[in-house]
Nanobody, 126 residues
Framework: QVQLVESGGGLAQAGGSLRLSCAAS????????MGWFRQAPGKEREFVAA????????GYADSVKGRFTISRDNAKNTVYLQMNSLKPEDTAVYLC???????????????????WGQGTQVTVSS
């Protein structure tokens, strides 16, 4: 089992920055990929960014490329999402996710993740 605890959400102005953190506990050694997804009211949950725990390979949604950066600190079992140049359309609940299975699914496939955090609210004002 893997438990995910998120922090860092809050309010920001357009053009501002926030950093989200996701601390993992439990069988953290079994997690191969960790990612961030977001869900706005009335919308489908969508992929934001992901990182391979071993190797550090990253992937991003086109909508956040050049603005968001995902990173990890394996010693702390923590992944981060640095969000810069925030836009009102970034407003959503952001969820941390982890997957343990060996799979050919892309990192953007939300169905491939088997552990999820509680979500943290990010609100960006105009």
């Amino acid at each position: 089992q893997v438990q995910l605890v998120e922090s860092g959400g809050g309010l920001a102005q357009a053009g501002g920055s926030l950093r989200l953190s996701c601390a993992a506990s439990g069988r953290t050694f079994s997690s191969s990929v960790m990612g961030w997804f977001r869900q706005a009211p009335g919308k489908e949950r969508e992929f934001v960014a992901a990182i391979r725990i071993s190797g550090g390979n990253t992937g991003y949604a086109d909508s956040v490329k050049g603005r968001f950066t995902i990173s990890r600190d394996n010693a702390k079992n923590t992944v981060y999402l640095q969000m810069n140049s925030l836009k009102p359309e970034d407003t959503a609940v952001y969820l941390c996710a982890a997957r343990t299975a060996i799979t050919i699914a892309t990192m953007a496939s939300k169905g491939s993740y088997n552990y999820w955090g509680q979500g943290t609210q990010v609100t960006v004002s105009s």
